[in-house]
């Protein structure tokens, strides 16, 4: 099993790296002999975690997280997982498949160099000083890969769609654009697949809601407020099966990553300072991608549940933020196609995209418009992607005895989700969860039809009649019943 490598963490050298990527490929390979249809997710020793995901049929990330003394390096092993997928969605949406690119070069240097300035970008976001710090048990009331939306009325949902419907189908007559609409970080409305819009949808947020283009910190809310992980460093690597060691070896020992990243000019879309808004309100940047050998100024993504390419093309107005997808394929010619569909997008959608905005923005409850007094919770549609959870600073509120027990129930519901999944892989996971935590909290988790309930509340009463009750209430106000026991 061939091994090329990349490490996070430039600082380590090279004869480091192969070391740690041996012992990744030799623990994957023992864990298949008792566990051939289920690939190894973790392998937790004294000192370190290591966290597998199989990114692609032959080709592996692993994440190696080492552990404080103290209990602050408490993390479930999903979450990690989960960073580890979005990384790979992220690369996957700008740079296409790992294969495919080591298919193009089989000496992997490409690969190696698009993935050390991607992942580098990528993981700015979680630095705190000199330290990576990734989720830990203080984040268990959030789910990464998954998009937020934005509640509104039906009439503005009514003016929402017109304007969608304005903006795919008007600026290229016959030939349907594709869109997202974002107020601040919240969804408002998508024609993408699930899995394309979270992909899209969580770039916005790292790069091109307002937020994010004013803020010169970590994007995510949990490092900006100052509630983090555990205070560690991280290293992660890609394994191929298709590459010789002496390949790897010989083709990258005597240069550095940097260095390798100089031969190619390398898209680097999370890159921070990239995008700014420009005079007309359309946000520009200096990304450039090469698709089938043909270098693009505008940045382009791929859709991977239509399998096409698709022109990045973003347009802000105050809190509003669109996302227009255009097809490679249907512009010949290049820049001065993207200008004229910029300009039949303001001249036929720019008083909807004002009057739009000015009726979300006086429906706004603010950055506590979806806390429910008496409750902290997160709520899960796994089948849409979609989430919901209490604000962050009402998270904070809690005490550390509810976010380590919450975090610790979550494990045990990751590992019966496994276990079922693999068991009966047709039938869908009820599961109903309540206990008490040290500090006399309740700590509820519910999943049923796809959805998935986790629920902390401190001030409830002593009995369990009392913390059912209190969520019942919880589900048939704000779930539609879903979680109801009638």
Known sequence: ?????????????????????????????????????????????????????????????VMIVEKNKDNESDWRCDALIDVLKEAHSLFTMFNGSLQALLDKQPSGELARSRLYTFINDYLSDFYVGKKIQV????????????????????????EVQSLATVIGTSSLGSIACKSLILFQDLLVATTLSPGDTANMFTYAVLRLTPHALSSNTSSWTYLRRGVSGSSITASS?????????????HGSHDSSMGEQSNRYHMPRPLQRDNWSKGK????????????GGLVYLAPVVWLQQSEEHMYLCIYQHRNLTIIVLIPVCSQT?????????????????????????????????????YHVSGYRYLLVDTDKSISRTSPPGKVMTLAKDSLFTLNKLREEVDLEKTRANREKPDQEKN?????????????????????????????ANETLLYASDAVEKFSDRYCDGAFSLD
């Not at 566990?35 to 937790?44: G, L, T």
């Not at 690597?237 to 070896?249: D, Q, T």
């Not at 007309?280 to 698709?291: A, E, H, K």
């Not at 010619?333 to 979300?360: C, M, P, R, T, Y």
């Open 1 to 61: 099993m061939g091994l090329p490598a990349m490490a996070a963490n430039e600082d380590f050298p090279y004869s480091v790296q192969l070391s740690v990527v041996g012992l990744s490929e030799g623990l994957i390979t023992f864990t298949r002999i008792f566990s051939p249809d289920a690939a190894c997710e973790v392998i937790e020793e004294e000192r370190h975690s290591h966290v597998f995901y199989q990114a692609e049929p032959d080709i592996w990330m």
């Open 135 to 158: 989720p830990s048990f203080r984040d268990c009331l959030k789910e990464r890969r998954t998009v937020q939306m934005l509640t509104v009325s039906r009439e503005v949902a009514i």
């Open 237 to 249: 690597g890609l394994l191929n099966s298709r590459s010789s060691p002496e390949e790897y070896h």
């Open 280 to 291: 007309d309100g359309f946000l520009v940047c200096d990304i450039q991608l090469n698709v």
């Open 333 to 369: 010619d290049g820049e001065q196609g993207i200008a004229l569909v910029k300009k039949q997008l303001l001249e036929n959608a720019s008083e909807k995209i004002v009057h739009v905005e000015e009726k979300l923005s006086r429906g706004w409850g603010g950055e506590n418009a």
């Open 431 to 459: 599961l109903e969860i309540c206990i008490r935590a040290k500090n006399n909290s309740w700590i509820i988790a519910k999943i049923t039809q796809g959805r998935e309930l986790y629920m902390v509340m401190e001030k």
